[in-house]
């Protein structure tokens, strides 16, 4: 345990005599809560941690740190939120919905394994330890987790708010940070709660999962997003206290209340403020210790009880089995065995692995979110009159789109069930190249074509039919970049390798490639864009090019593979 | 009759560790082989040889009169495996999975949704084929991966502890299953610590210890060689440096 965690813990176990009169035991809620957050200092964090690469378990080890160092980084971020609006409540009202916001995210995305440990029911609760105790030991443990984030994040808020309202607000935005922590951590329950009442315990975990995913998302989308809405918009010149329907939005209560404590005018409105900015976050957690929680900890003990075997009789599956589109794609596109394998795996896993879909979907994120922009700034889109060019940002859409299909191809090695591999060991596999070929097929086939086929309608629509031949070779060349990607770089099994051993060697030429070649191809397709003829030329070439590539990659052999 | 499977001087080294001395064994069709021996004596080293899953071995492995460096797929298209861990990627379901493992065995989809449903339909869960396996107990993982290794039919099935989590009634349906398949001329290699089903299945018994073959015979060539009444105490007797006696006080003894 590092000396953050121990302090922590000392802390919370300073008041003795409440937990005497609680009849906690001390020696097992310490033990309990020690374990807990060395557990915690050994598991990889979301906050830097979701594109870690391996070979780093020295990071690993300092989860917490790293944790810390995040979130300080996120407060940094949200100072954004200063620059909008003429008065300190209205600064305060954007800063605190931010807060707010990344406390969820930061909830759900680092603590939901905090929140619903089912190993909590196998290994704790068999013991003889009460209820309280092990109540009590949960909650300490997600007050000290959420701590640790709070605490780095609000600093750079409280010296700025300090700075411009002087030293006399930081202590009411500390009180108001704490509070808008309990009201996060109610949120979060809420929505666990709620996602309970509507699907089963079993499929829980699979929801949240897909929460998380959507959450991390936004989170990527949002920091794209809010700086340009700040630039853009008329929100620097704002005050929320004009709008009456703010009197219902809790921010606004916070940040209201903040500022009657930090020395502002007592008025009716902010004397509200400050009543709901302190009794809601309050009711709201005794509400969750009251009524949430045992609710939560009965339904999440059936998690662990798996599903019991149908009884159910047996479908007539031959000839009434219908073919998924994965299949159907799959036998389209990959010769029998090995490939076709190795297509519908890897689209099955990639749609369904968790651990994949955080760490490459949030790269979707710019992705559209880039796409959004570009749509909204028209003029950009648009080439210049009478030089029969393509618009350079189209073109650069459309080679972005290669650095998020390389993030999906070159996580896709990676997996935390890499021990379920042996089946391609065992089994009569003459070349692996073969798997990994219909594998990276599987990652055109599912995020560029349908991403292609968009931006050409999208290009059409804008510049008419002329950029067809544009916007086809645009997208070849991505396939192109792709598959050299992939014959350079993905040299092991789908799915095969653990996540902490990922290569973190050669990151310099790894950086250079994944820039380069997109750049390169980017700047001489623009370059040529205007001569018709020329890019007819390379739409034949571009169009042979993907297929010789993978048909190297599919004669790999098994001693080229990387171990 | 020629061996179908023939081990000749197999060893194999983890790093300076010697894992693997010397052996030297001859399988014949048909045969039920129950390999045992403790923890560490070399089992799993056996059998991730005559899987293909390791190939830095010394020594001569031949399944079939192939030999398993010079033609290793062919070796791996003869046998089927179940493994100790039931590790799978979970997130499939038992239909996706056996399509998976049947593609890779060059068998086509009908044969595999035909043969898999029928398995499946015998362990009870032909209501499971379309549900993910990341809700599956350990027993019904088990049992996919039992049909996974008998998928493509295979004339050598290598078992490595296949009880492991399945309920009594999936137990005697295995138990039998050996039986049935060893009669129609199939060969199996039983790694198991459970002795007495060991010594109910099996009509060859081969004890390995510290990498070494210290008994190779039947059940009854065994039990007279060492004037013993189970194959639990033919185990010990041959495996032991201290009496369970022993050991069991040792246990009680530290308590005191």
Same mark, same amino acid.
């Given at each position: 345990?590092?000396?953050?965690?121990?302090?922590?813990?000392?802390?919370?176990?300073?008041?003795?005599?409440?937990?005497?009169?609680?009849?906690?035991?001390?020696?097992?809620?310490?033990?309990?809560?020690?374990?807990?957050?060395?557990?915690?200092?050994?598991?990889?964090?979301?906050?830097?941690?979701?594109?870690?690469?391996?070979?780093?378990?020295?990071?690993?080890?300092?989860?917490?740190?790293?944790?810390?160092?995040?979130?300080?980084?996120?407060?940094?971020?949200?100072?954004?939120?200063?620059? !909008?609006?003429?008065? $300190?409540?209205?600064?305060?009202? $954007?800063?605190?919905?931010?807060?707010?916001?990344?406390?969820?995210?930061? %909830?759900?995305?680092?603590?939901?394994?905090?929140?619903?440990?089912?190993?909590?029911?196998?290994?704790?609760?068999?013991?003889?330890?009460?209820?309280?105790?092990?109540?009590?030991?949960?909650?300490?443990?997600?007050?000290?987790?959420?701590?640790?984030?709070?605490?780095?994040?609000?600093?750079?808020?409280?010296?700025?708010?300090?700075?411009?309202?002087?030293?006399?607000?930081?202590?009411?935005?500390?009180?108001?940070?704490?509070?808008?922590?309990?009201?996060?951590?109610?949120?979060?329950?809420?929505?666990?709660?709620?996602?309970?009442?509507?699907?089963?315990?079993?499929?829980?975990?699979?929801?949240?999962?897909?929460?998380?995913?959507?959450?991390?998302?936004?989170?990527?989308?949002?920091?794209?997003?809010?700086?340009?809405?700040?630039?853009?918009?008329?929100?620097?010149?704002?005050?929320?206290?004009?709008?009456?329907?703010?009197?219902?939005?809790?921010?606004?209560?916070?940040?209201?209340?903040?500022?009657?404590?930090?020395?502002?005018?007592?008025?009716?409105?902010?004397?509200?403020?400050?009543?709901?900015?302190?009794?809601?976050?309050?009711?709201?957690?005794?509400?969750?210790?009251?009524?949430?929680?045992?609710?939560?900890?009965?339904?999440?003990?059936?998690?662990?009880?798996?599903?019991?075997?149908?009884?159910?009789?047996?479908?007539?599956?031959?000839?009434?089995?219908?073919?998924?589109?994965?299949?159907?794609?799959?036998?389209?596109?990959?010769?029998?065995?090995?490939?076709?394998?190795?297509?519908?795996?890897?689209?099955?896993?990639?749609?369904?692995?968790?651990?994949?879909?955080?760490?490459?979907?949030?790269?979707?994120?710019?992705?559209?979110?880039?796409?959004?922009?570009?749509?909204?700034?028209?003029?950009?889109?648009?080439?210049?009159?009478?030089?029969?060019?393509?618009?350079?940002?189209?073109?650069?859409?459309?080679?972005?789109?290669?650095?998020?299909?390389?993030?999906?191809?070159?996580?896709?090695?990676?997996?935390?069930?890499?021990?379920? =591999?042996?089946?391609?060991?065992?089994?009569?596999?003459?070349?692996?190249?073969?798997?990994?070929?219909?594998?990276?097929?599987?990652?055109?086939?599912?995020?560029?074509?349908?991403?292609?086929?968009?931006?050409?309608?999208?290009?059409?629509?804008?510049?008419?039919?002329?950029?067809?031949?544009?916007?086809?070779?645009?997208?070849?060349?991505?396939?192109?970049?792709?598959?050299?990607?992939?014959?350079?770089?993905?040299?092991?099994?789908?799915?095969?390798?653990?996540?902490?051993?990922?290569?973190?060697?050669?990151?310099?030429?790894?950086?250079?490639?994944?820039?380069?070649?997109?750049?390169?191809?980017?700047?001489?397709?623009?370059?040529?864009?205007?001569?018709?003829?020329?890019?007819?030329?390379?739409?034949?070439?571009?169009?042979?090019?993907?297929?010789? !590539?993978?048909?190297?990659?599919?004669?790999?052999?098994?001693?080229?593979?990387?171990? | 009759?020629?061996?179908?499977?023939?081990?000749?001087?197999?060893?194999?080294?983890?790093?300076?560790?010697?894992?693997?001395?010397?052996?030297?064994?001859?399988?014949?069709?048909?045969?039920?082989?129950?390999?045992?021996?403790?923890?560490?004596?070399?089992?799993?080293?056996?059998?991730?040889?005559?899987?293909?899953?390791?190939?830095?071995?010394?020594?001569?492995?031949?399944?079939?009169?192939?030999?398993?460096?010079?033609?290793?797929?062919?070796?791996?298209?003869?046998?089927?495996?179940?493994?100790?861990?039931?590790?799978?990627?979970? !997130?499939?379901?038992?239909?996706?999975?056996?399509?998976?493992?049947?593609?890779?065995?060059?068998?086509?989809?009908?044969?595999?949704?035909?043969?898999?449903?029928?398995?499946?339909?015998?362990?009870?869960?032909?209501?499971?084929?379309?549900?993910?396996?990341?809700?599956?107990?350990?027993?019904?993982?088990?049992?996919?991966?039992?049909?996974?290794?008998?998928?493509?039919?295979?004339?050598?099935?290598?078992?490595?502890?296949?009880?492991?989590?399945?309920?009594?009634?999936?137990?005697?349906?295995?138990?039998?299953?050996?039986?049935?398949?060893?009669?129609?001329?199939?060969?199996?290699?039983?790694?198991?610590?459970?002795?007495?089903?060991?010594?109910?299945?099996?009509?060859?018994?081969?004890?390995?210890?510290?990498?070494?073959?210290? =008994?190779?015979?039947?059940?009854?060539?065994?039990?007279? %060689?060492?004037?013993?009444?189970?194959?639990?105490?033919?185990?010990?007797?041959?495996?032991?440096?201290?009496?369970?006696?022993? =050991?069991?006080?040792?246990?009680?003894?530290?308590?005191?």
């Amino acid at each position: 345990m590092n000396f953050i965690d121990q302090f922590f813990l000392w802390l919370v176990l300073l008041p003795s005599g409440i937990y005497e009169k609680l009849h906690v035991d001390q020696k097992q809620l310490k033990a309990v809560l020690t374990a807990k957050l060395t557990m915690d200092n050994r598991r990889p964090a979301s906050f830097g941690g979701l594109n870690r690469r391996g070979g780093e378990k020295k990071e690993i080890s300092k989860a917490t740190l790293s944790t810390m160092g995040g979130a300080l980084m996120m407060g940094l971020i949200m100072l954004f939120t200063f620059s !909008v609006g003429t008065d $300190m409540v209205t600064k305060l009202s $954007m800063y605190m919905s931010m807060f707010i916001f990344m406390i969820c995210i930061t %909830l759900i995305t680092d603590f939901t394994s905090v929140l619903i440990d089912v190993r909590d029911n196998l290994i704790i609760l068999p013991k003889p330890i009460s209820d309280v105790t092990f109540v009590t030991a949960r909650l300490l443990h997600i007050t000290i987790r959420t701590t640790v984030v709070v605490l780095p994040m609000t600093l750079p808020g409280c010296i700025t708010a300090a700075i411009i309202q002087g030293p006399s607000i930081i202590l009411p935005f500390l009180l108001m940070m704490l509070l808008m922590t309990l009201l996060g951590i109610f949120f979060i329950n809420a929505i666990y709660i709620l996602i309970l009442k509507v699907t089963t315990p079993v499929k829980f975990q699979s929801v949240i999962g897909s929460i998380q995913i959507g959450f991390v998302v936004l989170l990527m989308a949002s920091y794209q997003i809010m700086p340009k809405m700040v630039q853009s918009s008329t929100l620097a010149h704002v005050s929320v206290s004009t709008f009456s329907f703010m009197k219902f939005y809790p921010p606004y209560w916070f940040a209201d209340a903040c500022m009657l404590l930090s020395g502002n005018a007592f008025t009716v409105d902010s004397m509200m403020s400050l009543i709901l900015a302190i009794v809601i976050p309050i009711w709201s957690i005794w509400l969750v210790v009251r009524f949430f929680a045992p609710s939560f900890n009965r339904k999440l003990g059936m998690i662990t009880g798996g599903t019991s075997e149908s009884s159910a009789p047996v479908k007539t599956i031959s000839g009434t089995r219908k073919t998924p589109l994965l299949e159907k794609l799959a036998r389209l596109l990959t010769k029998p065995g090995a490939e076709f394998a190795g297509f519908v795996f890897a689209g099955r896993m990639m749609g369904r692995s968790r651990e994949f879909k955080m760490k490459v979907f949030p790269s979707f994120g710019y992705i559209l979110v880039f796409g959004g922009m570009m749509f909204f700034q028209h003029n950009s889109l648009t080439a210049i009159p009478g030089s029969g060019k393509v618009a350079p940002m189209l073109l650069m859409i459309i080679y972005m789109s290669s650095l998020m299909l390389s993030t999906a191809l070159l996580q896709m090695p990676y997996s935390e069930k890499f021990k379920a =591999a042996w089946m391609f060991y065992i089994t009569p596999i003459d070349k692996p190249g073969k798997i990994i070929s219909g594998a990276v097929k599987c990652v055109m086939v599912l995020f560029f074509v349908p991403l292609a086929i968009l931006l050409i309608l999208f290009g059409v629509a804008l510049q008419g039919p002329s950029i067809l031949p544009n916007m086809l070779l645009g997208s070849l060349n991505v396939l192109v970049i792709i598959t050299i990607i992939a014959y350079v770089m993905v040299k092991k099994l789908p799915f095969s390798t653990a996540q902490e051993g990922a290569a973190a060697g050669n990151t310099f030429i790894r950086s250079m490639l994944l820039m380069v070649l997109p750049g390169s191809f980017g700047l001489v397709h623009w370059l040529v864009s205007s001569f018709q003829w020329v890019i007819l030329l390379l739409l034949l070439i571009t169009a042979i090019i993907p297929w010789l !590539v993978l048909d190297e990659i599919k004669k790999r052999e098994w001693n080229q593979l990387k171990q | 009759m020629k061996p179908i499977i023939q081990i000749q001087n197999l060893n194999k080294y983890y790093g300076s560790k010697h894992v693997l001395k010397n052996i030297t064994i001859d399988i014949e069709p048909g045969q039920v082989i129950g390999y045992i021996g403790p923890n560490g004596a070399g089992k799993s080293t056996t059998v991730k040889i005559l899987v293909g899953l390791l190939s830095d071995f010394t020594g001569d492995v031949f399944v079939k009169g192939i030999d398993i460096r010079q033609n290793p797929l062919a070796v791996k298209s003869l046998i089927g495996f179940v493994p100790e861990i039931a590790e799978l990627y979970d !997130v499939l379901t038992p239909n996706e999975f056996l399509s998976l493992m049947g593609s890779l065995y060059g068998l086509t989809q009908e044969v595999v949704d035909e043969r898999a449903g029928r398995m499946l339909d015998a362990f009870g869960m032909g209501g499971n084929m379309d549900q993910r396996m990341d809700t599956f107990s350990k027993g019904m993982k088990q049992k996919i991966l039992i049909t996974s290794g008998l998928l493509h039919n295979p004339e050598i099935i290598i078992l490595d502890e296949p009880l492991s989590g399945l309920d009594a009634n999936s137990v005697i349906i295995v138990k039998e299953l050996i039986d049935k398949m060893a009669k129609s001329g199939k060969t199996i290699f039983y790694c198991s610590h459970m002795m007495d089903v060991v010594e109910k299945v099996s009509d060859r018994i081969i004890l390995i210890n510290d990498g070494t073959v210290v =008994a190779d015979g039947s059940f009854e060539e065994l039990r007279q %060689l060492q004037d013993k009444d189970s194959l639990e105490a033919i185990f010990a007797g041959l495996t032991s440096t201290q009496s369970m006696h022993d =050991a069991s006080d040792k246990l009680m003894n530290a308590f005191d």
